[in-house]
């Protein structure tokens, strides 16, 4: 299978032929993160617009279909406007916090996407510890969350902020151990070392029934980290207008709108690399041919393949279920998800030594 | 009847006449709390459902009108008749302890008349301006804007606003201020502008965390002074601003003020024009229900309901465009009949809808009844008891779902009701979810109604001969219809003029809010919306 490190390993010796090691690398972390952030954009972007396409689809719509080819351009258009407008002076907040909240949010969302292993030979840092990376990561948005309702001076952003504080941090529990059930599968957190053993099976069938539980499980409690329908909260346009949010305006408000879509997709991305294998192949022990025949499907067609299959899932929901209510939100956490989880790990821990 | 007009002459002050099913009592001010008393608990028929007050200004005096009628046989209509002594400072007995709706009724006859209740505990106007000068529904009201100047300066929506109640002690008058809300209450504004008030209601709660302490409801913001411009048009004029009290039950609500005029001038409707008019008004209520679900399911969350309901409704719009020419406001009644004869595709076109809405109801109760959480959530919130609601005066299918039967198509069957066979859906618990499923259960039965007529509309004019000019003869008229929301009622006082004297409609949604008041408190705030949604209120019939 054709591995990224070619590209880069050329783009590393090129830099240091012309330059000493220090800015060799100096150059590569600009360059990393430059692409790094317009992939993200690029990625919110046409994720907009694929919600929108979808949700129209759901709803007996037709969605944008005005601005370019079947209204691919609408996203961009919409960008440009939102740089366009104004950022409105909120009387009376506190305006550090105020501004510091939405690079918060989308900080927190940057960094967790950045150590993504996205093809075979294309992640930025491979820690040894990943998975933690990953889950410590991500739940500094809630930081972001709670300034941005603490700092706009109104009553609508302070239920909103936290209700989503006592959302967020209750569900990071199962998404975490859900997560830790696959750590004990593979022994390791590095990511690669776990896309790596995923190559002879993917976890989600090697786990037995453990692994699939974590799945689900995963996949709900990650879906209610993303702020999005049906445990949209945070939000709760009906009764808090826009919740946390609401004050916002401009750019500041796009970037909330970014993150939202990134967090969809980085859950989406950490279940298909924790659970469906990440870039590796679909492999059946034992049926050489086959395998071989799954291996010449680039890397990146399976990982964007799994990803947009959790990512469509993610708003078949949204857009089928009402609302829950604060109250049935941590009941579901704290009296279901939960000790599942607790005793999945048991359970994953019993497969693994038998 | 005999024996409430028995009992009601014994008392001694009473004087008591009968005009065509209605008994009506006439008593002096200072007997008037006693008669409501006795009415309310001690009469053989005990009248426990306030429809309406009427105010009207009798130029020597102010005068009210209490229509009342028995919950248990809703066809029994009284009207006790009461004026006020004086034009300074004219007060009543308050009978809100009586009927709850009262308490809302009340504050709309001292905004437009200036009659204040003593006992009520919070006697601010309801519609208009705390600081507005004059009671515009007296004769003597001076409307030139320089009395109200349009303020131009930014206001602050004060939480902290107070209320006026005079009490009788010993014999002494005590005119105390209080306030809504306390000074610690964490007070938030829904409304005027929210995406989940339906119009530009604003209601003002007091949370503690999540959970709902007080609501205090404001009115007004989109009051058009409709009654008052009444008194200035002609009645075929009047029947254009009826669609606009209610847009989602425009039909039903110019019905009332045909029929109305019609009992006024003994005039004979073509049987023609009854079906018409009964089929638009079943078609009416069928979308009414179809936006009122899909209303209610996005303010659960859930857009895509609401999505549908909007698209089914789309196909009801599409017929009464073809026939009426309008499509939200129909403008197809007329004194007399309909305004034009049905379109040659109104049958198949109906003919289409019914199974087509038949099969969507399926795919609604499958998308949304049947979700868990859709049932959680509306699991044992928001109950209203038979007992609340008919003192409430909350009819329609709020009252149906606390099991009070109310139906005036079934109670006192007007244009083509009694022809077609239908059942009036009843539930028992009063909760959320009886709310939810009866508007399904309803737009069955009204397919039901349309199923059976449609195919039987008889051939004939479609519209009685009418003169030129309309002049209705001297006296007091009402009638009740019953539109999407409850019994929508019309009071019209004619001095043999072309214009009304007086004209009063009876908004079923104003005591709904009321009803809100009641369910919602000690709820979570995101059940408030839910709540709302479920009593199906709109705001433009409240501030008519």
Redesign the interface.
């Known amino acids: 299978m054709y591995s990224f490190t070619d590209i880069t390993h050329w783009i590393d010796r090129l830099l240091r032929n012309s330059m000493t090691d220090g800015w060799t690398l100096f150059v590569e972390f600009i360059l990393i993160g430059a692409v790094i952030m317009v992939a993200y954009a690029l990625l919110a972007l046409f994720l907009i617009y694929v919600e929108r396409r979808v949700c129209a689809w759901?709803?007996?719509?037709i969605g944008p279909n005005r601005v370019g080819p079947w209204g691919l351009f609408q996203t961009g258009a919409d960008m440009i406007k939102i740089l366009l407008k104004e950022l409105i002076r909120i009387n009376r907040a506190d305006r550090f916090l105020f501004r510091l909240a939405s690079f918060m949010v989308i900080i927190g969302s940057i960094c967790t996407f950045g150590a993504l292993p996205f093809v075979k030979g294309l992640q930025a840092i491979d820690f040894n510890i990943g998975v933690f990376y990953l889950l410590a990561v991500s739940s500094l948005g809630v930081v972001g969350i709670l300034l941005a309702g603490w700092s706009s001076n109104s009553?609508?952003t302070m239920?909103g902020a936290m209700?989503s504080g006592a959302q967020l941090i209750s569900y990071e529990l199962s998404c975490g151990l859900s997560l830790l059930a696959i750590v004990i599968l593979s022994g390791t957190m590095q990511l690669s070392e776990i896309v790596a053993q995923q190559s002879e099976m993917w976890f989600i069938f090697k786990g037995h029934v453990p692994a699939v539980i974590a799945f689900v499980i995963y996949l709900i409690a990650g879906h209610a980290e993303t702020n999005r329908?049906?445990f949209?909260?945070p939000e709760?346009?009906?009764?808090l207008?826009a919740g946390y949010h609401t004050e916002y305006s401009g750019i500041q408000f796009g970037f909330f709108y970014l993150a939202e879509y990134m967090n969809m997709f980085i859950i989406a991305a950490i279940a298909s690399t924790m659970f469906l294998g990440g870039w590796m192949p679909l492999h059946i022990p034992g049926w050489e041919g086959f395998n071989r025949v799954m291996d010449y499907i680039p890397s990146f067609a399976w990982f964007l393949g799994k990803t947009g299959f959790c990512i469509f899932l993610a708003l078949w929901v949204r857009?089928?279920?009402?609302?829950?209510?604060?109250?049935?939100l941590l009941n579901l956490e704290w009296k279901v998800l939960m000790p599942i989880s607790l005793v999945n790990i048991l359970l994953m821990a019993i497969t693994v030594i038998l | 009847m005999e024996t409430v007009e028995k009992e009601l002459l014994a008392l001694g002050f009473a004087e008591v006449t009968r005009s065509d099913k209605r008994l009506n009592v006439t008593v002096p001010k200072e007997r008037l709390y006693e008669t409501a008393r006795f009415l309310r608990h001690e009469s053989a028929t005990v009248y426990d459902f306030l429809i309406d007050m009427v105010g009207i200004d009798n130029g020597d005096s102010l005068g009210v009108i209490y229509y009342l009628s028995p919950s248990q046989s809703p066809e029994r209509l009284l009207a006790l008749k009461t004026s006020a002594a004086g034009r300074e400072q004219p007060e009543l007995f308050s009978v809100h302890d009586l009927w709850d709706s009262a308490l809302v009724y009340e504050r709309e006859v001292y905004d437009f008349f200036g009659i204040r209740f003593v006992n009520h505990p919070d006697m601010r106007r309801i519609f208009l301006r705390q600081d507005w000068k004059g009671y515009p529904l007296r004769k003597d009201y001076d409307a030139s804007p320089e009395v109200n100047p349009v303020p131009l300066e930014n206001e602050v929506i004060a939480d902290m606003e107070r209320t006026h109640s005079i009490t009788v002690k010993m014999g002494d008058r005590i005119e105390t201020t209080g306030y809504i809300f306390d000074n610690d209450d964490y007070v938030v504004n829904f409304g005027p502008q929210h995406p989940a008030m339906h119009g530009v209601l604003h209601l003002r709660v007091a949370l503690d965390g999540e959970v709902i302490r007080k609501i205090d409801p404001v009115f007004g913001y989109i009051h058009r002074g409709i009654e008052k411009m009444c008194e200035n048009y002609t009645y075929p004029q009047i029947l254009h601003l009826t669609d606009r009290l209610d847009y989602l039950s425009g039909t039903m609500n110019r019905h009332a003020v045909c029929l109305c005029c019609e009992k006024a001038l003994e005039l004979e409707v073509p049987d023609r024009a009854h079906y018409i008019r009964t089929i638009f008004d079943e078609l009416t209520r069928i979308a009414s229900h179809l936006l009122g679900w899909g209303c209610m399911c996005m303010d659960m969350g859930s857009i895509t309901a609401f999505v549908y309901g909007m698209r089914d409704r789309e196909k009801i719009m599409d017929i009464f465009e073809e026939t009426a020419g309008g499509r939200l406001m129909a403008n197809y009644n007329v004194i007399g009949g309909v305004a034009r004869d049905i379109h040659p595709n109104f049958r198949k076109r109906v003919k289409e809808l019914i199974p087509y809405i038949r099969r969507m109801l399926k795919e609604h109760h499958l998308l949304f009844t049947g979700n868990p959480i859709a049932r959680g959530r509306m699991k044992g919130v928001g109950r209203l008891t038979a007992k609340k609601a008919v003192s409430l005066g909350a009819t329609g299918p709020t009252g149906r779902a606390s099991g009070w039967r109310n139906d005036l198509r079934k109670i006192d069957p007007y244009a083509a009701y009694a022809k077609a066979d239908f059942e009036e859906v009843i539930r028992e618990e009063g909760l959320t979810f009886d709310r939810y499923v009866i508007r399904l259960d309803e737009i069955e039965q009204s397919l039901r109604i349309i199923e059976q007529l449609v195919d039987n509309i008889p051939e004939g004019p479609y519209a009685a001969k009418t003169k030129a000019v309309i002049r209705l003869p001297e006296g007091e008229f009402f009638q009740r219809v019953e539109n999407a929301r409850g019994q929508f009622c019309v009071h019209i006082t004619s001095k043999g003029d072309k214009f009304p004297y007086r004209m009063k409609f009876r908004s079923p949604s104003l005591v709904l809010v009321g009803a809100l008041k009641a369910i919602a408190a000690e709820s979570k705030v995101a059940d408030l919306i839910m709540l709302g949604a479920s009593l199906d209120y709109v705001i433009p019939c409240i501030d008519r």
């Open positions: 759901f709803q007996c719509r009553k609508y239920i209700r329908g049906p949209d909260l709760a346009e009906s009764e207008t857009w089928s279920f009402p609302r829950l209510r604060i109250d049935q």
